[in-house]
């Protein structure tokens, strides 16, 4: 992202930070009052997407273009509209 991009949440444009932790698994496993070791086995699922995978861009009548909003996951569509 631009450094000179503006401002749209809050004080930064980061609308969701999500911190990933790593740790030491060997650690843990010393640390842990019980080990369980099993097998453990699911059946294949296949996610099946409900929303569309596209945008309508129109021309808007003061100038600009209109994007009516179809996809419910703003990334998703900053997502399409980035490939414009």
Not at 10 to 15: I, L, P, Q, T, V
Not at 18 to 23: A, S, T
Not at 31 to 52: C, G, L, S, W
Request: net charge negative; proline share 5%; hydrophobic share 40%.
């Amino acid at each position: 992202m631009k450094s000179d991009a503006p401002i749209i949440h809050d004080d930064k444009n980061e609308f969701v930070h999500h911190h990933v932790r790593k740790g030491d698994v060997d650690k843990g496993f010393a640390q842990a009052d019980f080990i369980i070791e099993r097998k453990f086995k699911t059946q294949f699922i296949e996610h099946a997407y409900i929303e569309p995978e596209a945008i309508l861009a129109e021309p808007s009548e003061q100038g600009g273009v209109k994007l009516p909003d179809v996809c419910r996951i703003f990334f998703r569509r900053a997502g399409l509209l980035q490939r414009c």
